[in-house]
């Protein structure tokens, strides 16, 4: 009788989960999130007008852009965030295998012309940067592999079944995707995965074999790419003299960064009114450099309060992981958690000197269609956990 009760029960929550599109779900996230997105918008359209001007564009032009990837995102948002999380590792072998696959076309086609480096795949509608897609993957299939049996619980004479067949293919695949990544080249997505696949303190084997990957990965950045540790020993000469050593050079862009957020003092200029996005920070016042002119527009306590915003984020997912009915559902939350929490620490760290001059976007606020639509498809699946956990 009482496991007649039980199946109802399940059966009747399965029925609620499946009712309305958010009618279940960590909410006060979603409508955070898509609060930033709009906020983004209009960050973006407050410096890209310069910039399109100068371009002979409509000063509109990124602007309409983003609201067009915001769209996208909202849809694929509402896909992912309908989808049952437990269907993704199903789909975990074609993803890996057509992302290895667009990392390779990346590469075999002409460079962008502006900046010379192999990372955007341009489908005319969106120029996709398949980096992007490259940490969804990677955060989905780490989950599935470790969602598996420990390697504490796999018996003594299952280890070598254990080790050549889920963890050497494991590492194996994130050797290629960090390789592939660094010949673009891309350090700071590179970094990011790395971080993304360490989180799992328990599999030492694992963890260890990761940052083997990243040092080799780093020494191969330094000598083939030269001007890598020229920037590292330019960042380390301004963390100890407080100086830069070519303001007018290869220190140009952080003099530039840190003049906006010190310009912002406590209260900021006001919405519009940054002038670092006028020919200093040109095209990254948007995308890379998104937040110093946030600082710059809205000061420090303007900054305060948008750092607090991301940290409120983490822990509504940290929490939703806490709350996920069974592994793979904690893995994911905190995969996708960990993804998004570095990232912004990055890239506010980047714009406030803390970290080496490197590329990387805001999430949510800066501009581009690539990053802003996989961020919409792993919050829709962060919600999705939500929707099962014990919690809703």
């Not at 990544?181 to 995965?193: E, K, N, Y």
């Not at 793979?328 to 406030?352: M, P, R």
């Amino acid at each position: 009788m009482t496991n007649i009760m039980m199946m109802r029960k399940k059966r009747q929550l399965i029925s609620r989960n499946k009712s309305g599109y958010l009618s279940r779900g960590n909410r006060k996230l979603f409508l955070v999130i898509i609060a930033l997105v709009i906020f983004g918008c209009l960050m973006i359209f407050s410096g890209s007008v310069p910039v399109a001007t100068s371009q002979g564009l409509p000063p509109y032009h990124y602007f309409i852009k983003q609201l067009q990837f915001v769209v996208l995102g909202l849809v694929v948002f509402l896909i992912t965030y309908n989808i049952d999380y437990h269907f993704y590792p199903r789909l975990i072998v074609p993803g890996i295998i057509l992302t290895i696959l667009l990392l390779i076309i990346v590469l075999i086609l002409p460079p962008d012309p502006n900046t010379n480096v192999h990372r955007w795949l341009d489908l005319d509608f969106i120029k996709f940067q398949v980096s992007d897609v490259a940490k969804l993957i990677i955060v989905i299939y780490l989950s599935s592999w470790l969602s598996k049996p420990s390697l504490q619980k796999v018996k003594q004479n299952l280890i070598k079944h254990y080790i050549f067949y889920n963890l050497l293919p494991f590492l194996l695949i994130l050797g290629i995707f960090c390789f592939l990544i660094i010949l673009q080249p891309d350090m700071s997505t590179t970094v990011l995965i790395g971080i993304i696949s360490g989180t799992d303190i328990l599999n030492i084997i694992g963890t260890f074999g990761i940052f083997i990957t990243m040092f080799i990965s780093g020494i191969f950045a330094g000598v083939f790419v030269p001007y890598r540790l020229e920037r590292l020993e330019s960042f380390i000469n301004f963390l100890i003299t407080g100086e830069l050593s070519e303001p007018l050079g290869r220190d140009y862009q952080l003099r530039q960064i840190l003049i906006a957020v010190g310009t912002g003092q406590i209260f900021g200029q006001g919405f519009a009114q940054s002038k670092q996005k006028f020919s200093y920070l040109t095209e990254t016042a948007f995308s890379d450099s998104i937040f110093a002119v946030y600082a710059e527009e809205f000061g420090f306590l303007g900054s305060v309060i948008l750092v607090a915003i991301f940290i409120w984020i983490m822990f509504q997912g940290f929490k939703i992981a806490r709350n996920a009915p069974d592994k793979l559902g904690v893995l994911l939350a905190s995969g996708i958690t960990i993804w998004i929490s570095i990232q912004a620490l990055i890239h506010l760290g980047v714009n406030v000197g803390l970290i080496p001059l490197t590329g990387m976007p805001l999430p949510f606020l800066s501009y581009g269609g690539s990053s802003l639509i996989t961020s919409m498809i792993a919050i829709g699946i962060l919600i999705n956990i939500s929707r099962h956990s014990v919690e809703h």
